[in-house]
């Protein structure tokens, strides 16, 4: 008789979804860089006035540029761009070419052991890592109840991955 392994036979069995303290684990990791790499790309881009004219937004203070010039516009250019670049570019690329990638995960997702996948357990396509990200905004917006549906749903789907039609598995270390 041959020796079967039922792993190789049918990998659906020993599949684990990702559940919320691993998935909370990986978004602290994930955010940490994110506002490391943010923080740096702003600076090498030169980007820091936006910053630097956000914070004076911020405080209520007179908005002005470091030639000392008031600026009056309710949203000043330097701070769209900072704004732009850092809290929408940079974060939907980090998450939807990781996720869509070979390793299927972000930084954190790997630290964490999680992949995502689409509900066939392939890897998913940019466009719905994208989708997936953007999602998020739903999540948030109801009172972060989309990410609390982690703990209830039956696959443990927060309302970014129902949207995507995704699922986030464990991936078990292997021993050999």
Not at 137 to 155: D, E, K, N, P, V
Request: proline share 2%; charged share 15%; aromatic share 12%.
């Amino acid at each position: 008789m041959a020796d079967i392994n039922l792993n190789e036979q049918n990998p659906e069995e020993n599949r684990f979804y990702a559940g919320f303290g691993r998935r909370i684990i990986a978004g602290i990791i994930d955010g940490i860089l994110l506002i490391l790499i943010s923080g740096f790309t702003a600076y090498y881009l030169g980007l820091t006035e936006g910053w630097r004219m956000l914070l004076m937004m911020i405080r209520h203070e007179e908005v002005r540029t470091m030639d000392g010039i008031l600026v009056t516009t309710a949203l000043p250019g330097q701070v769209a761009t900072f704004i732009l670049v850092t809290c929408i570019i940079i974060p939907w690329l980090y998450y939807a070419l990781l996720e869509s990638s070979k390793n299927q995960a972000t930084l954190g997702k790997m630290a964490a052991r999680a992949v995502v996948t689409d509900l066939h357990g392939n890897r998913i396509t940019f466009a719905r890592a994208s989708l997936r990200h953007f999602s998020k905004i739903i999540s948030i917006l109801t009172f972060c109840s989309g990410f609390f549906a982690i703990i209830y749903t039956r696959h443990s789907q927060g309302f970014h991955d129902i949207i995507a039609a995704c699922l986030v598995y464990y991936r078990q270390e292997k021993i050999e």
